[in-house]
Each structure stands twice: as structure tokens, then as C-alpha cells.
């Protein structure tokens, strides 16, 4: 099994920044794809940020060139750092892992951290 958690969401205001880490543990031999999706009051979980075992990286248009993703393999840790935030990215933010482990293999996730972004 993996297991993912959240830290770094909170309060800001517009304009501000915030940087979202991932901590992933268990018997991980492996992570490939890793990312970040957000869910809003009322709306569909959405893909924020993605990045491959190679460093590829992919964003919604929504936040291409305020947020960028990072991972350390080393330390099995993602992040995003999210700047120019604005009140439309209130949003629950789930990390996500395609992980493979000793004895099996799938798409994990975390519990996700709150983030709410004032006028």
C-alpha cells in the first residue's frame, strides 16, 4: 500500500502564494505519474498539475504560469507551488500517485488539504 499526505493549504489572500507538499510512504518501489486534482463546492474533481517519472509536466489552462509542479524521487515528495493565486482556486487539493509496490500496483491518493483564496 501507499499512503499520501497533504500539508501546506490554508488561507491567503488574492495575489498571494502558497506551496502544497505530498509526502508518499509505504512499500513504494516506484512512482510514476504524480499530480494534483482539485475539487470545488459543487463542481468536478479536476486535474491541476501532472508530472511523469521523466519530469514531464502537464497543467490545466486554468493555472499554467501561476502553478508548478516538482518532485523529489529521492525522498518520494511532490509539490506545487502555486502563485498569483486567485479566489477561483479555493478548492480541495488531492495529491495522486501511479505507484507501483512490492506486491502490486495502481493510482493512490491522498486526503487532501484546504485552500481558500480571498477577495
Known amino acids: 500500500q501507499v499512503q499520501l499526505v497533504e500539508s501546506g493549504g490554508g488561507l491567503v489572500q488574492a495575489g498571494g502564494s502558497l506551496r502544497l507538499s505530498c509526502a508518499a510512504s509505504?512499500?513504494?518501489?516506484?512512482?510514476?505519474?504524480v499530480g494534483w486534482y482539485r475539487q470545488a463546492p459543487g463542481k468536478q474533481r479536476e486535474l491541476v498539475a501532472a508530472i511523469t517519472s521523466g519530469s514531464n509536466t502537464n497543467y490545466a489552462d486554468s493555472v499554467k504560469g501561476r502553478f508548478t509542479i516538482s518532485r523529489d524521487n529521492a525522498k518520494n515528495m511532490v509539490y506545487l507551488q502555486m502563485n498569483s493565486l486567485k479566489p477561483g482556486d479555493t478548492a480541495v487539493y488531492y495529491c495522486?500517485?501511479?505507484?507501483?509496490?512490492?506486491?502490486?500496483?495502481?493510482?493512490?491518493w491522498g486526503r487532501g488539504t484546504q485552500v481558500t483564496v480571498s477577495s
Open positions: 509505504g512499500s513504494i518501489v516506484r512512482i510514476n505519474r
Open positions: 495522486y500517485a501511479d505507484a507501483v509496490t512490492s506486491t502490486s500496483w495502481g493510482t493512490y
